[in-house]
T-cell receptor, first 113, second 115 residues
Framework: DQQVKQNSPSLSVQEGRISILNCDYT??????FLWYKKYPAEGPTFLIS?????DKNEDGRFTVFLNKSAKHLSLHIVPSQPGDSAVYFC????????????FGAGTRLFVKA | KAGVTQTPRYLIKTRGQQVTLSCSPI?????VSWYQQTPGQGLQFLFE???????NKGNFPGRFSGRQFSNSRSEMNVSTLELGDSALYLC??????????????FGEGSRLTVL
C-alpha cells in the first residue's frame, strides 16, 4: 500500500526560479512529514520536516507546506541552484502500529544553469 | 562524530545464496532502520530496531531478517537470494528524538547484485 505518493518522477527548473515538489499521503495518523535529498552513490540526507500540527516550516531557501485537509505537502526551493539537482524523497512518520518512516518513490529535480 | 557505516559497499551473489549486511550507527543512536531501494520504488521499509528489539517490520518475505546487538550495531540477512533482491540496501540510525520525528541518518548503502 502506497501511503506516501510522489506522482512526479522528475522536474526540471531554471536556476534562480522556484522548484515545487509535491507529495500526497493517505494515512491521517502521521505525526511528522519530512523531506530527504539524495545524490547518486550517497545515502539520503535529511532536509527539512514539519509536525502535523503545523502548516508551514521554513529553513533558508527551503519551505515545506502541509495541507492536512487535502493530505498534501509540498517543498518549495527558492531560489533553485544547480547544486539542488538530486532526488527528493517525501517521508512520513507515525507511531500508530509502531514507529515507522514511510517514503515516497522520489522526484528527480534538475536545475538548469 | 562518525556517520553511519555500512559494509560491504558492493557485493555480487548468485541466486540461492545468502548474504549478510552490516551497519554501525552513529554513536549514541539506539534506533536502526533498514530500507531497500530499487529504481522507481523509492525506499521500501524493511525493519526497525531499538535497543536490540525489532519494533516494526515491513512487507517483505521471511527470507529477510535482521538483528541488533547490544552496541546498537545491526545486521540484516537475506537467504535464498532471488534476482529481484538486487537493490541498494540502506541503513539509517536515529537519536531518541529522531525516533519520534523520523529524522534519520543514512549510510551510503550496500549495493547487492544477484546474478
Amino acid at each position: 500500500d502506497q501511503q506516501v505518493k510522489q506522482n512526479s518522477p522528475s522536474l526540471s527548473v531554471q536556476e534562480g526560479r522556484i522548484s515545487i515538489l509535491n507529495c500526497d499521503y493517505t494515512n491521517s495518523m502521521f505525526d511528522y512529514f519530512l523531506w530527504y535529498k539524495k545524490y547518486p552513490a550517497e545515502g539520503p540526507t535529511f532536509l527539512i520536516s514539519i509536525s502535523s500540527i503545523k502548516d508551514k516550516n521554513e529553513d533558508g531557501r527551503f519551505t515545506v507546506f502541509l495541507n492536512k485537509s487535502a493530505k498534501h505537502l509540498s517543498l518549495h526551493i527558492v531560489p533553485s541552484q544547480p547544486g539542488d539537482s538530486a532526488v527528493y524523497f517525501c517521508a512520513a512518520r507515525g507511531s500508530t502500529g509502531g514507529f515507522k518512516t514511510i517514503f515516497g518513490a522520489g522526484t528527480r529535480l534538475f536545475v538548469k544553469a | 562524530k562518525a556517520g553511519v557505516t555500512q559494509t560491504p559497499r558492493y557485493l555480487i551473489k548468485t541466486r540461492g545464496q545468502q548474504v549478510t549486511l552490516s551497519c554501525s550507527p552513529i554513536s549514541g543512536h539506539r534506533s536502526v532502520s533498514w530500507y531497500q531501494q530499487t529504481p522507481g520504488q523509492g525506499l521500501q521499509f524493511l525493519f526497525e530496531y531499538f535497543s536490540e528489539t525489532q519494533r516494526n517490520k515491513g512487507n517483505f518475505p521471511g527470507r529477510f531478517s535482521g538483528r541488533q546487538f547490544s552496541n546498537s550495531r545491526s545486521e540484516m540477512n537475506v537467504s535464498t537470494l532471488e534476482l529481484g533482491d538486487s537493490a541498494l540496501y540502506l541503513c539509517a540510525s536515529s537519536s531518541d528524538r529522531g525516533k519520534i520525528t523520523g529524522e534519520l541518518f543514512f549510510g551510503e548503502g550496500s549495493r547487492l547484485t544477484v546474478l
